[in-house]
């Protein structure tokens, strides 16, 4: 069965920093693996996503993802965070042709000014 | 606008009754999803369809009840038999089954 781990339940990072947001799945094969944000009492908006190719995935917003496959990680990453980031970020993994999405428990994003 | 409605935003439901939260979208979307999120444990799959007339369970399908008859609608039941109902309801939409989910603004179900 395919799985997600989200290491860091919260994360505080000051406007302007660099931001890694950490997420590890299991899953046999190649996996599709998304990356969403919700802000409060609000729906998920897909950030990124990786299908095949190239491991280096650009997303909105300025986040970008890098798919490890030999450390079957997936984590988004930002230059400079910005505070109306402030959020929760879920990582997903989905099984290809198929319709389930396992997604982690989430990260809560705090940015201090 | 294209995109996924959920009415209503917040509902509230009496011991013993069951409520029907709505599903609307205007993708042409093949596929059609609902979740359950509470805090702390992510998102759950409730229920499914891939195509008009077809669902399927998802991983916590006891005490929900599901219909697609039209292609842009997916409403979903929560009965009386779900004993713990309070949570975040999250519809989805995929283009067809495996493609990319986009959601909805969500319903926040409560319990009198």
């Known amino acids: 069965a395919q799985s997600v781990t989200q290491p860091d339940i919260h994360i505080t990072v000051s406007e302007g920093a660099s931001l890694e947001l950490r997420c590890n799945y299991s899953?046999?094969?190649?996996?599709?693996l998304f990356w969403y944000v919700q802000s409060p009492g609000q729906g998920l908006q897909l950030l990124l996503k990786y299908f095949s190719g190239d491991t280096l995935v650009q997303g909105i917003k300025g986040f970008e993802a890098e798919f490890k496959r030999s450390q079957s990680s997936f984590n988004l990453r930002k230059p400079s965070v910005h505070w109306s980031d402030a959020a929760e970020y879920f990582c997903a993994v989905g099984a290809g042709g198929g319709n389930k999405l396992t997604f982690g428990t989430g990260t809560q994003l705090k940015v201090e000014l | 606008d294209g995109g996924i409605t959920q009415s209503p935003k917040y509902l509230f439901r009496k011991e013993g009754q069951n409520v029907t939260l709505s599903c609307e979208q205007n993708?042409?979307?093949?596929?059609m999803y609902w979740y359950r999120q509470d805090p702390g444990q992510g998102l759950r799959l409730i229920y499914y369809?891939?195509?008009?007339?077809?669902?399927q369970k998802g991983d916590i399908a006891e005490g929900y009840s599901v219909s697609r008859e039209k292609k842009e609608s997916f409403p979903l039941t929560v009965t009386s038999a779900q004993k713990n109902p309070t949570a975040f309801y999250l519809c989805a939409s995929s283009p067809f089954a495996g493609e990319t989910q986009y959601f909805g603004p969500g319903t926040r179900l409560l319990v009198l």
């Open positions: 369809s891939q195509i008009v007339n077809d669902f």
């Open positions: 993708l042409n979307h093949d596929a």
């Open positions: 899953y046999g094969a190649t996996p599709y």
